[in-house]
């Protein structure tokens, strides 16, 4: 009977941990993979998944539904050490076709002791080059930290864990991604021909394979061709407040290393219309 009550606490814990990550095994059920991608659980319960990045191939995931506005978030831990060459991704886009949408995080790993730069763009009907690149101010390999895109008619809002950093708005009379519906993607990849010095420092594949982990992922958002989740109106109308402007400033003030607005060399035909808008 004594080994039989260690026993049943025992197997109890068990089958709450069972529940806990069945209740929270995401990456198969809402997403098809590609490459190398593997799953753990954290001591949570949370499920982690893997991307890896090595000679033979990159890795991702995409979702299987599209989606027509929402909030996406993840967590994500980036590639500890020299991650020069390889570029991490959490972005929606509605398809390869020359017209595409396309709303990007994209993080462009660095060498050793360098800032991972955070690249965000927004693509409306095929015209992209709306780059505002950030230099990230933590070690986003130490541990995780929360990447969120807000969607909506209005206009579309980057976040860093409880930081705004960047809002793009839209305007009546410009290109803005508001009729495609958009799959959720994340994928690990070799960018060496851009993703570093643009292109000057490579991939040292003597690092590889590279590692991308990926959890508590979160898509609050209208399925295309479905109903708006219940509580939408939370993002649906969302717009910074003074306080989420103040931190798109300080971002802008203090870690901004380009922005499209201000490249003449680009556009030198003149910069784009929403560049002299407020």
């Given at each position: 009977m004594a080994r039989r009550s260690l026993q049943l606490p025992l197997l109890a814990l068990l089958a709450a941990m069972a529940a806990v990550a069945s209740a929270d095994s995401w990456l198969y059920e809402k997403f098809n993979t590609d490459g190398t991608v593997r799953t753990d659980y954290d001591t949570s319960g949370q499920q982690v998944a893997m991307l890896n990045l090595d000679?033979?191939?990159?890795?991702?995931?995409?979702?299987?539904?599209q989606y027509l506005f929402g909030e996406f978030s993840i967590q994500m831990k980036l590639i500890p050490g020299n991650s020069a060459g390889t570029v991490s991704c959490f972005y929606l886009t509605s398809g390869d076709a020359d017209d595409h949408d396309e709303i990007d995080m994209e993080?462009?790993?660095?060498s050793t002791g360098q800032p991972v730069v955070l690249n965000t763009n927004v693509w409306a009907s095929g015209d992209g080059k709306k780059e505002h690149q950030f230099d990230l101010w933590f070690d986003p390999s130490a541990d995780y930290h929360t990447y969120t895109i807000i969607w909506n008619p209005t206009n579309i809002i980057f976040k860093v864990d409880d930081n705004v950093i960047r809002c793009f708005k839209r305007y009546a009379d410009l290109a803005y991604p508001n009729s495609k519906p958009m799959a959720l993607h994340a994928t690990l990849w070799d960018g060496s021909y851009w993703a570093t010095e643009k292109g000057k420092v490579p991939?040292?594949?003597?690092?590889?394979?590279?590692?991308?982990?990926?959890?508590a992922y979160n898509a609050d958002a209208c399925v295309a061709g479905g109903a708006c989740p219940a509580g939408s109106d939370r993002w649906m109308n969302k717009q910074p407040d003074s306080?989420?402007?103040?931190?798109?400033?300080w971002a802008e003030s203090n870690y901004l290393r380009y922005d499209y607005c201000t490249d003449g060399w680009r556009f030198p035909n003149g910069l784009p219309a929403e560049c002299s808008r407020s």
């Amino acid at each position: 009977m004594a080994r039989r009550s260690l026993q049943l606490p025992l197997l109890a814990l068990l089958a709450a941990m069972a529940a806990v990550a069945s209740a929270d095994s995401w990456l198969y059920e809402k997403f098809n993979t590609d490459g190398t991608v593997r799953t753990d659980y954290d001591t949570s319960g949370q499920q982690v998944a893997m991307l890896n990045l090595d000679r033979s191939s990159g890795a991702g995931f995409n979702s299987k539904e599209q989606y027509l506005f929402g909030e996406f978030s993840i967590q994500m831990k980036l590639i500890p050490g020299n991650s020069a060459g390889t570029v991490s991704c959490f972005y929606l886009t509605s398809g390869d076709a020359d017209d595409h949408d396309e709303i990007d995080m994209e993080f462009m790993g660095n060498s050793t002791g360098q800032p991972v730069v955070l690249n965000t763009n927004v693509w409306a009907s095929g015209d992209g080059k709306k780059e505002h690149q950030f230099d990230l101010w933590f070690d986003p390999s130490a541990d995780y930290h929360t990447y969120t895109i807000i969607w909506n008619p209005t206009n579309i809002i980057f976040k860093v864990d409880d930081n705004v950093i960047r809002c793009f708005k839209r305007y009546a009379d410009l290109a803005y991604p508001n009729s495609k519906p958009m799959a959720l993607h994340a994928t690990l990849w070799d960018g060496s021909y851009w993703a570093t010095e643009k292109g000057k420092v490579p991939i040292d594949w003597s690092g590889a394979p590279f590692v991308v982990s990926y959890k508590a992922y979160n898509a609050d958002a209208c399925v295309a061709g479905g109903a708006c989740p219940a509580g939408s109106d939370r993002w649906m109308n969302k717009q910074p407040d003074s306080a989420e402007w103040g931190t798109i400033k300080w971002a802008e003030s203090n870690y901004l290393r380009y922005d499209y607005c201000t490249d003449g060399w680009r556009f030198p035909n003149g910069l784009p219309a929403e560049c002299s808008r407020s």
